[in-house]
């Protein structure tokens, strides 16, 4: 994995960590744009970089960065270290439904523009880079997103305060967030009653699941690194005990 | 896998940005804002809607067992087809009994009516889970189906029809959520239903050469147990303004309109598209265009001379730039937005459906095209809020702050701009922070005046480098750059 001086200096004001599990829910003022499900996770370590680096932007990088979250690491991938985070994915909870938005980009205006000759110009609107658009985003709205943790509540609460919002476009007014709680829960559980997983677990950390079920994607932070086989979230599967501390 | 026994507090976690600022809109005159998702939608182009959780204001009335059987006895379903009735609960029944309804009122005795056809079922189809989406009541829907299939009240008032319409809230609040998500499965059984009631009548079976089905119907029946419980809130489709609306009408448009009027850049000054692109929409990257491995020092670096993109973000010809540290969203003052509102100190008095009006134009040719629109009508209200990332600094927030102001002296918000619609007058924010920021803004570009002006207009943003201009590409033997319009 990639270092960054800047997020293990920050990682390191943190001292000891007192994990504890608890329930979190999310409440936003606005749908919640996005392709797939809420990653508590993957928040987090947007927290974290937002907060290690003071807003400023980590450089692009095909390997994965080592960013370490205030979370129990219930298993590591051998081959490449990362790390499987005790969290769940954040579920909708109460009134939900999904849905579409699409937002447009349009022409700019042509007196912008002038050709060599001095005459208004406007690049074509119709084909090339600079077309209109219309671009449609997928949005759910619900009266709550609900996940299960088992963390280091004071400094969560330092990464998730900085976010202003969740999911894509929040710069349009998706996923403003109300408020995050934090309730205390007795016990963490990666797997639900039924024995489904409640996050996307790499079958590699697993001692069972549904093979048909399986398919590739990702499992940690970067969540775009999807070339692993994984078992998504619903499907049955066992967890080995003996990764539980 | 943990057994800690919980002993700790609950922990509520707020965000925190680096402002908050409120700007309050009132409508001059009658504002335009078109729905992409919808636009086939109606033979009125609709106002944009957004879905949302809409508290129900008055308590309902529980459904009785009376109540149930009332409605459900309005509606007897042909016998020949009741099998396929025998899976559905109360709500989809009473749906498809209503969809059936407003087919046999308005599809005429042969289906060569309005209602014949694939593409009227299409369109019957849109506008049902249009009005089904939108309304809160029954009535309310029906009103809104007529209007948008332009039959306007010409209906019977049949009996089952009067009964449906006047079921108990609660129950026709059920019955529009399943015409809004299975409107499909609604208008299949409703015409099978329809057709059936046809083919029991022996003059119509005879007329159109089809065995008679035998007219018998029954009642079907449902415990009232059965129902879901009344909610407290409903999702529906409520008009409002997209932030990305906002974002460009009162931030990135009147943001470049002040930059270029502080350098003194008159508009026609511009010659690379794609800085002329990255001022008025955000830009795109160019055709063939390869990331620079200094990225992110060029990125930032812009983003530190030219505090409007630190604030909007966009796009180069070449790369992305860091993300934006801005956030706008834009509220429509009216009931369904009471909550939220209420955090701003606002209580709104109409509902937003209120505030919908339709205005037709006439095109003038031969023959004139008269054309329909929703708009939000002059008067009305909207709450602009604008947040900035905890980590902005201060010339963005300024940035910020002029665009505003800029805004502020002639905003025009949505389409149809040319021939007066979406004008809105601001009430900028009563926070001294706000001049603060905004003089910070205007002393910092006037003291790097020549240097600022130089990037924009030579495509090189301060970078010395040409990240705004196209990528070069080989050609007859020699290199050569692409035109500045080669994108043509």
């Keep these: ?245 | 896998m943990s057994t800690a026994t919980p002993s700790r507090s609950a922990i509520r976690i707020t965000p925190a940005p680096r402002a908050r600022w409120l700007v309050m809109g009132r409508l001059l005159s009658n504002l335009s804002h078109g729905d992409p998702d919808h636009v086939t939608a109606g033979n009125v182009a609709p106002f944009r809607r957004h879905m949302q959780i809409v508290p129900l204001d008055t308590p309902a009335a529980p459904v009785t067992q009376d109540d149930l059987d009332r409605a459900m006895a309005a509606c007897p379903v042909p016998r020949a087809i009741a099998d396929y009735f025998a899976a559905l609960d109360a709500p989809q029944v009473l749906a498809i009994a209503l969809t059936r309804l407003f087919i046999a009122q308005f599809a005429g005795g042969q289906g060569e009516g309005l209602l014949s056809g694939a593409e009227r079922y299409q369109r019957l189809g849109d506008r049902l889970r249009m009005a089904a989406s939108r309304t809160l009541t029954l009535p309310a829907f029906w009103s809104d189906l007529c209007r948008s299939l332009q039959v306007g009240g010409q209906g019977e008032r049949t009996l089952g029809l009067l009964t449906l319409l006047s079921m108990p809230r609660v129950l026709g609040q059920q019955v529009l959520v399943t015409l809004a998500r299975e409107t499909e499965t609604c208008i299949v059984l409703a015409r099978e239903w329809h057709e059936t009631v046809k083919r029991m009548d022996a003059a119509y079976a005879a007329k159109a050469n089809v065995p008679q089905i035998v007219p018998d119907q029954e009642t079907l029946g449902y415990a009232v147990e059965t129902l879901p419980p009344p909610a407290s809130s409903v999702i529906r489709d409520v008009p409002a303004i997209s932030g990305n609306a906002t974002r460009h009408s009162l931030l990135r448009e009147p943001g470049m309109r002040h930059l270029l009027d502080r350098l003194d850049i008159a508009q026609n000054d511009l010659t690379w598209p794609a800085v002329a692109q990255l001022l008025g929409n955000g830009g795109s990257l160019a055709k063939g265009s390869a990331i620079p491995p200094d990225e992110i020092a060029l990125g930032e670096a812009i983003a530190r001379d030219y505090p409007l993109w630190e604030l909007l973000g966009g796009v180069t010809a070449q790369f992305v730039l860091p993300g934006s540290v801005g956030r706008a969203v834009a509220w429509m003052v009216c009931r369904e937005n009471a909550a939220p509102l209420a955090a701003l100190g606002i209580t709104p008095e109409h509902a937003a459906e209120e505030l919908i009006d339709v205005m037709t134009s006439v095109h003038f040719a031969d023959p004139p095209m008269p054309h329909a629109t929703e708009v939000l009508v002059q008067g009305a209200e909207i709450a602009f809020l604008f947040e900035a990332d905890p980590y902005a600094s201060d010339l963005a927030l300024g940035a910020l702050a002029c665009a505003l102001e800029t805004a502020s002296a002639g905003l025009v918000l949505g389409g149809k701009g040319v021939t007066g619609h979406g004008q809105v007058a601001l009430t900028l924010p009563n926070d001294p922070s706000f001049t603060l920021y905004a003089r910070q803004y205007e002393d910092y570009l006037a003291s790097r005046k020549a240097h600022l002006r130089a990037g924009l207009l030579d495509g090189t943003l301060g970078t010395g480098k040409g990240v705004c201009r196209p990528a070069e590409k080989a050609g007859k033997g020699k290199a050569k750059t692409e035109g500045l319009f080669d994108a043509e």
């Design chain 1, 1 to 245: 994995m990639r270092n960054d001086p800047r997020i293990a200096a920050y990682v390191a004001t943190w001292g000891a960590l007192d994990c504890q599990p608890w329930r979190v829910r999310l409440r936003t003022a606005t749908a919640v744009g996005g392709y797939g499900a809420l990653h508590v996770d993957g928040i987090l370590s947007y927290g974290l970089v937002r907060c290690a680096l003071r807003g400023a932007p980590l450089a692009e990088s095909a390997e994965p960065y080592d960013l370490p979250l205030p979370l129990r690491c219930l298993w590591r991938d051998p081959a490449t270290g990362l790390p499987l985070w005790a969290a769940t994915d954040l579920a909708p909870v109460g009134l939900t439904q999904t849905g579409r938005q699409t937002w447009t980009r349009k022409q700019i205006a042509p007196q912008l523009l002038t050709t060599s000759s001095g005459k208004p110009y406007a690049p074509r609107s119709s084909a090339g880079p600079y077309k209109d658009m219309q671009i449609p985003l997928p949005v759910r709205v619900a009266e709550g997103f609900m996940a299960d943790i088992w963390g280091d509540a004071r400094i969560i609460s330092d990464l998730l305060q900085p976010l202003l919002t969740v999911g894509k476009k929040g710069a349009q007014g998706l996923g403003q967030i109300i408020a995050w709680d934090l309730e205390p829960l007795a016990t963490f559980h990666l797997v639900d009653d039924a024995g489904c997983a409640r996050r996307p677990i790499p079958v590699a950390a697993l001692a069972s699941w549904d093979l048909h079920a399986a398919q590739m994607g990702g499992w940690t932070p970067p969540y775009w690194r999807n070339h692993t086989p994984i078992a998504p979230v619903g499907t049955r599967v066992t967890w080995p005990e003996e990764c539980a501390a």
